[in-house]
């Protein structure tokens, strides 16, 4: 499997006047928490009933966790919290600081791990991961060998080939 992308123009110019381009991610679908509690329970002793409802309860627990102010780290997952989003509107006077100016939303973090030499990975979700480019992807189902790949952590690579995630 590889996650697919295409390429997105920017909206925002460069100090040059220039539109860069830029990949984005295409969604192929969405799996829900029927499908994801079959899949646990194929790894598990859990029927996919047990799972879901475990599921469900997590949720909840989660949920009453954040609305306590508190956040929450799943450990290999990563930490969820609530946040406030400004809407660019501020308050000339601490005094007068009120939610009403913001979007409340839950950010997460995911798990990260510690290299040997002491610096941090935070993309564990993403590792080792291929990314093809969309129009590319039935040739690269095809060919295996691996040619042609490149890291792609924080380099640029060719935009044509297939590379793994690290």
Same mark, same amino acid.
């Given at each position: 499997? =590889?996650?697919?992308?295409?390429?997105?123009?920017?909206?925002?110019?460069?100090?040059?006047?220039?539109?860069?381009?830029?990949?984005?991610?295409?969604?192929?679908?969405?799996?829900?928490?029927?499908?994801?509690?079959?899949?646990?329970? =194929?790894?598990?002793?859990?029927?996919?009933?047990?799972?879901?409802?475990?599921?469900?309860?997590?949720?909840?627990?989660?949920?009453?966790?954040?609305? =306590?102010s508190?956040?929450?780290?799943?450990?290999?997952?990563?930490?969820?919290r609530?946040?406030?989003?400004?809407?660019?509107?501020?308050?000339?006077?601490?005094?007068d600081?009120?939610?009403?100016? =913001?979007?409340?939303?839950?950010?997460?973090?995911?798990?990260?791990?510690?290299?040997?030499?002491?610096?941090?990975?935070?993309?564990?979700?993403?590792?080792?991961?291929?990314?093809?480019?969309?129009?590319?992807?039935?040739?690269?189902?095809?060919?295996?060998?691996?040619?042609?790949?490149t890291?792609?952590?924080?380099?640029?690579?060719?935009?044509?080939?297939?590379?793994?995630?690290?």
């Open positions: 499997m =590889a996650v697919i992308y295409k390429s997105i123009q920017s909206k925002m110019k460069t100090e040059s006047g220039k539109q860069l381009y830029h990949p984005r991610v295409v969604y192929t679908g969405n799996v829900k928490t029927d499908q994801i509690a079959r899949e646990v329970a =194929a790894y598990s002793s859990l029927s996919s009933g047990d799972v879901k409802n475990t599921i469900d309860n997590l949720v909840t627990v989660v949920t009453q966790h954040l609305q =306590a508190e956040s929450v780290t799943l450990e290999g997952l990563g930490t969820f609530l946040a406030f989003r400004s809407r660019g509107e501020g308050f000339e006077n601490e005094a600081v009120n939610s009403s100016r =913001a979007t409340l939303g839950v950010r997460f973090t995911p798990a990260s791990t510690r290299n040997q030499d002491s610096t941090v990975a935070t993309r564990s979700f993403v590792t080792g991961t291929k990314c093809v480019r969309f129009d590319m992807v039935e040739s690269s189902t095809d060919s295996t060998s691996g040619s042609g790949t890291d792609t952590g924080g380099n640029s690579g060719s935009t044509d080939e297939e590379y793994p995630m690290e």
